[in-house]
């Protein structure tokens, strides 16, 4: 019902700047949360930076002063800024969308993923 599709990605240099966006579609009744994670390889799935809808953006500490996290509500969207990359962001990204979905006739929540994007930092 609810779909994610990611956008961007890709092989950069270090220091160089990359965009990711995500867009929600569906039978949405309201987003309550949209949010950027990334895992490398051996690693734990981490949060990077979330943004609920009315409130104020929540990013990692390893992300603070070089990545922005913004919404366009009426888009659904939500948007990664990526600044200043560094070898360690290296990692698959993944979005997520939390909120109220009608399925079937009924409002229920979902919490739903995007397909991943690789995002590679190497000179």
């Known amino acids: 019902q609810v779909q994610l599709v990611q956008s961007g990605g890709g092989l950069v240099q270090p220091g160089a700047p990359l965009t990711l966006s995500c867009a929600a579609s569906?039978?949405?009744?309201?987003?309550?949360?949209m949010g950027w994670y990334r895992q490398a390889p051996g690693n734990q799935r981490e949060l990077v930076a979330t943004?609920?809808?009315?409130?104020?953006?929540n990013v990692a500490d390893s992300a603070k002063g070089r990545f922005t996290i913004s919404r366009d509500r009426a888009e659904n969207t939500v948007t990664l800024q990526m600044t200043s990359l560094k070898y360690e962001d290296t990692a698959v990204y993944y979005c997520k969308a939390n909120g109220i979905q009608k399925y079937r006739g009924y409002y229920e929540p979902f919490e739903l993923w995007g397909q991943g994007t690789h995002v590679t930092v190497s000179s």
């Open positions: 943004i609920p809808t009315g409130g104020s953006a």
């Open positions: 569906g039978s949405i009744v309201r987003i309550s949360e």
